[in-house]
C-alpha cells in the first residue's frame, strides 16, 4: 500500500527514532536506514519508558468486521480481549519507550480477510499525543498514519523525585481520511471501513524516570 500521510516534520522525526529504539530493543541488532539511526544517537529525549496503551473497538464496529469477515487480532507481546456482552474487542500494548509527545508500542495489531487471507498489520505503533496521530510501520516497510486522535478527554500527570507519569483517558480515534479508509478497504478486498465513525477508544500511560 503505498503510504500518503503528510506529518508536521518534527512529528515525523520522532516517530522514526522510536520506531528505530524499539526494534532495536525488540529485535536486536537491526539495519536501519541511516537517517533513522542518527536520529536516534542524536537524540538525547529519547528515554525508555513503561505503561500501556488500549484501544477497544467503538459501537458497532467489531458486529461490522465480523460480518465482513474481517479479524482484528493483537500482534505479540500485545494482546487482545474480546468481550461478548459489549460486541467489543480491545487491542493492549506494553509501551517501551518516548521522545517527547510520542510513545512508541511493542507488537501491534492486524487485520485480516478471513477468506481471502489477505492482511494489514500495524508493527510498533506510536501514539503521539500532541500530533493527534498512531503511526504504524506497515508491512511494506514503510511508516504511515492509520488512525487520527480525536480527543482525549482527560489528562494528567504525577512526578515524584525520579518518575513522571501520564495518563491520558477517553481517547477516541478514527481512521485517519477517506483515502486511508479506501486503501484498508481495498487492500483487505471489503467496505467496512470509514474515517466517518469513531472506530475505538482507549486509554494511555506512561511512565518514565525524570530527566
Known amino acids: 500500500m503505498v503510504p500518503t500521510a503528510i506529518f508536521d516534520h518534527k512529528a515525523r522525526l520522532a516517530t522514526i527514532g522510536l520506531l528505530a529504539i524499539t526494534l532495536l530493543g525488540i529485535c536486536g541488532a537491526v539495519i536501519l536506514p541511516a537517517g533513522a539511526a542518527d536520529f536516534t544517537y ?7 519508558s513503561t505503561g500501556s496503551f ?3 473497538t467503538g459501537p458497532g464496529i467489531l458486529p461490522a468486521l465480523t460480518s465482513a469477515g474481517i479479524t482484528f487480532e493483537a500482534i505479540s507481546p500485545g494482546t487482545r480481549t474480546t468481550s ?6 480491545r487491542i493492549s500494548l506494553p509501551i517501551v519507550a518516548k521522545t517527547r ?5 511493542a507488537g501491534g495489531f492486524k487485520f485480516t480477510n478471513i477468506k481471502t487471507r489477505e492482511s494489514l498489520s500495524c508493527f510498533i505503533p506510536t501514539i503521539d499525543t ?3 496521530l498512531i503511526d ?6 514503510f511508516n504511515d498514519t492509520m488512525f487520527l486522535i480525536e480527543s482525549i478527554e482527560s489528562r494528567e500527570f504525577l512526578s515524584s523525585d525520579s518518575i513522571r507519569t501520564s495518563v491520558f483517558t477517553g481517547m477516541t480515534f478514527k481512521v485517519k481520511s477517506k483515502m486511508t479508509a479506501q486503501n484498508l478497504n481495498d487492500t483487505l478486498s471489503t467496505t467496512v471501513f470509514s474515517s466517518s465513525v469513531t472506530f475505538a477508544t ?7 524516570m525524570a530527566p
Open 42 to 48: 542524536d537524540n538525547p529525549k529519547t528515554q525508555d
Open 54 to 56: 488500549a484501544m477497544t
Open 84 to 89: 461478548v456482552t459489549t460486541a467489543t474487542t
Open 101 to 105: 509527545t510520542a510513545n512508541a508500542t
Open 130 to 132: 500532541r500530533a493527534r
Open 136 to 141: 504504524c510501520k506497515l508491512n511494506t516497510g
Open 202 to 208: 482507549g486509554n494511555l500511560t506512561v511512565t518514565r
